[in-house]
């Protein structure tokens, strides 16, 4: 029972890391620059900071779940395999996550992460200046 409860424990474990790892990397290669190009292909002003960071996380928002509601579902298919489950169902189940999941991220993403992070880092780099790379020459 106990060597169950740890084997779970370390399974899940395991796969909350493979999960972020996951997203890291398809946040960063994927839907980062793809909703950068997205967000300046659009006719609007870009001098206009907040229209750019709406529009940026609008398109990567959408992206995300897009990606990741198919991660979710491929991986709780290998979790537990559907035996004899049609292409439609699969199709359905897909629609009705991204349509919960873009419902939760979207104001999430805009009225409270968003903003916090923003403001967070603006205080962060307005105190400390701009970060830059030392390079050591004496080596």
């Known amino acids: 029972m106990i060597n169950d409860v740890y084997r779970n424990r370390h399974q899940d474990d395991f796969q909350f890391m ?3 790892v996951t997203w890291h990397l398809v946040e960063s290669f994927i839907v980062g620059p793809l909703a950068k190009k997205i ?3 659009l006719p609007f ?3 206009n900071k907040i229209l750019g960071v709406l529009a940026m996380s609008f398109f990567m928002v ?3 779940v897009l990606i990741i509601s198919l991660y979710g579902m491929i991986s709780a298919y290998l979790a537990d395999p559907l ?3 049609s292409l439609l169902f699969l199709l359905h189940t897909y629609l009705h996550t991204v349509t919960r999941n873009f419902s939760l991220a979207l104001p999430y993403q805009l009225i409270i992460l968003g903003p916090l992070v923003r403001y967070i880092f603006g205080k962060f ?3 400390n200046g701009p970060v830059m790379p030392t390079v050591n020459k004496s080596v």
């Open 18 to 20: 493979a999960q972020w």
């Open 39 to 41: 967000t300046f292909s």
């Open 45 to 47: 002003d870009k001098s």
């Open 62 to 64: 959408i992206v995300m």
């Open 83 to 85: 035996n004899g489950v």
């Open 125 to 127: 780099i307005k105190s």
